[in-house]
């Protein structure tokens, strides 16, 4: 049986933070071993509570997630940090990744998912909201008017819906404005995202999308 992911939840607001914990308790294989309302109890309360994964608010008083982000880092290594926010903002998305967070997602997700993103943090693979990614996307320079990186040109054995899939992935939208957009489930979506990864080879949708642009396939 495997060991259950030990959760530090952040948040300076009482009820979201003890409405997040309650959810994540009652989900398989994640275990809530406290909670802190800033950034600098977050700090304190992962150096006596060894979390595996500490769940992080931006905004909060006395030490923001940032900075709580970056100390963690260094006091803590052990344990990674998954950013949960209302704000889907550009530069706090690239500031967050640059502190060490492991990924960045937005409040609105179901609690089954974001379960599921704190397993896949606690396993390295780094987790961001569809929207976060085709902002990163753009911050590296993959947005109009900057210059595209040099174009590498890949074979692959990808079907057309696979390509049609990974080319909305590319752009950072969700499974379900992909869904409305091919006139599919968001279930059918799921499985193709899952087969494209597969066969690329890549972890998630965020690397999914620099293959697409890195070797014009988007």
């Known amino acids: 049986m495997k060991r259950e992911v030990r959760v530090l939840v952040v948040d300076d607001q009482v009820l979201v933070r003890e409405g997040i914990a309650s959810l994540l308790e009652i989900q398989e294989g994640i275990r809530v071993v406290g909670t802190a309302a800033d950034g600098r109890e977050a700090v304190e309360q992962a150096a006596a509570l060894s979390p595996d994964v500490v769940l992080m608010d931006i905004r909060m008083p006395v030490m923001d997630g940032i900075a709580a982000t970056a100390a963690l880092r260094q006091k803590s290594p052990g344990c990674q940090v998954l950013m949960l926010t209302t704000f889907d903002d550009d530069e706090y998305v690239v500031k967050s990744l640059r502190a060490g967070a492991q ?116």
């Open 103 to 218: 990924g960045y997602l937005l409040k609105d997700i179901p609690a089954a998912d974001l379960a599921q993103a704190i397993r896949l943090t606690h396993a390295g693979i780094y987790q961001l909201a569809p929207t976060v990614a085709g902002k990163l996307i753009g911050q590296l320079g993959l947005d109009a008017g900057v210059p595209p990186r040099p174009v590498t040109p890949v074979e692959h054995d990808l079907t057309e819906r696979e390509l049609e899939v990974l080319r909305l992935v590319a752009t950072g939208a969700t499974n379900r404005e992909i869904a409305e957009r091919l006139y599919v489930s968001e279930g059918t979506v799921k499985n193709h995202v899952s087969n494209i990864l597969g066969r690329l080879g890549l972890r998630d949708r965020l690397q999914a999308a620099l293959f697409a642009h890195e070797h014009g396939l988007a």
